[in-house]
């Protein structure tokens, strides 16, 4: 259904079947059963469902069929929904899907970190569809559409996209009809779409050749998008980052700084500045690390745009900053990419030792290594924010304070 299934059988050239009841859901979209003790990974399958599935020397599987289907399945809202490779759990309701999320990020915790965290996880969501503020769509044959899950293979999105916003469809749609106009350069496999759900900035991803400013001027593409949040208007150009879900931008704001305030704080990863404004405002000094150039040139100018002047910008690795840094600020906020904040960079904030640190996480297996490597550290809130309904994705706000 997926694409999953050409991977197993270059495994495995005959696969056999078998029947098998799912246990419960793991990080990464599948579901989890056991075939004579042997743990066998299959998608689009709910905890306690029957199905009937491949079998190889590979633990991923190919689903065939759903045999009992549980009665809280529900039928997926997109056409194609387990071809597309965006979503994972459309068939099941969004209340379950939360709750089987903290589960997940519970085993992700026990697992990985060895941290048996039987405190509270509260959950922070939103809308579950049309929430996504941006995507990347393939080009193939005159076609827009995504790569099928685990495979090359090209799905075709030929109608909206459920996740995404009303702008971002209207411009998908807009997208698909240039594709048949002569001036569409043939040379383009995949590009990007962005919106505030006024403008739309365009941003190729995939070419042969640069592409010329007149493509971009005739998709009606801004250079760079002003985001207006209710902490101000921040700028985001090609290649910086900025959140996805256009309904969590400013609860996850309010989660992350709470009542936080002092004298001096730290905001690592700091991309255009969602974090490192706010911050300017309840601290007297803000320091901010960002690697990218870009992303660094939007803060100075989001910093300016909100009448600010005790930012301090830095376009430096984060563990290379933090290996100069002497003293500790009052607070720290971190939110690292996928790979997580890492070994370096958790021994230098164990060096430097400031009383708070929130860790803003988009990866439960790598937030659990951290935590462990925070060991003089206690957690004292944990959030789960549901910032992409319908995927195995999660971010986790994670508040620490130093222990006594």
Known sequence: MSGESSIVNQVLPVAAEASVTFEKWVYGGDALGRVDGKVVLAPFIMPGETARVTLGDDVRSDLLEVTTPS???????????????????????????????????????????????????????????????????????????????????????????????????????????????????????????????????????????????????????????????????????????????????????????????????????????????????????????ESGSGAARDLEVNEERAGLSNISIYRDRVEDFLRELKTAPDFVIADPPRAGLGKSVTAQLERLAPPRITVVSCDPATLARDLQSLANYKIERMVLVDLFPQTYHLETVVHLSRKA
């Open 71 to 289: 009665p809280e399945r529900i039928e997926p809202a997109c056409p194609i929904f387990a071809h597309c490779g965006g979503c994972n759990y459309q068939y099941a309701p969004y209340e379950f899907q939360l709750a089987r999320k903290v589960e997940i990020l519970r085993e992700q915790l026990r697992r990985v970190g060895k941290i048996d965290y039987t405190g509270e996880i509260a959950t922070l969501y939103a809308e579950p569809f049309g929430y996504r503020n941006r995507v990347q769509l393939r080009i193939d044959n005159g076609q827009l559409g995504f790569l099928a899950a685990r495979s090359h293979k090209f799905v075709p999105l030929t109608g909206e996209c459920p996740i995404s916003s009303p702008r971002l469809n209207q411009a998908i749609t807009a997208m698909r009809a240039r594709l048949h106009d002569g001036k569409f350069p043939r040379f383009v496999h995949s590009l990007e779409l962005f919106t505030n759900e006024t403008h739309v900035q365009v941003n190729v991803l995939e070419a042969d050749r640069p592409v010329a400013k007149m493509f971009y001027d005739w998709c009606e593409s801004v250079v760079a998008v002003d985001y207006k949040t209710a902490e101000g208007l921040f700028r985001v150009s090609p290649q910086s980052f900025f959140q996805v879900n256009r309904f969590l931008i400013e609860p996850l704001l309010h989660e992350v700084l709470g009542d936080v305030s002092g004298t001096s704080a730290l905001d690592l990863y700091a991309g255009v500045g969602l974090f490192a404004i706010p911050l300017a405002k309840r601290f007297k000094k803000v320091t901010a690390v």
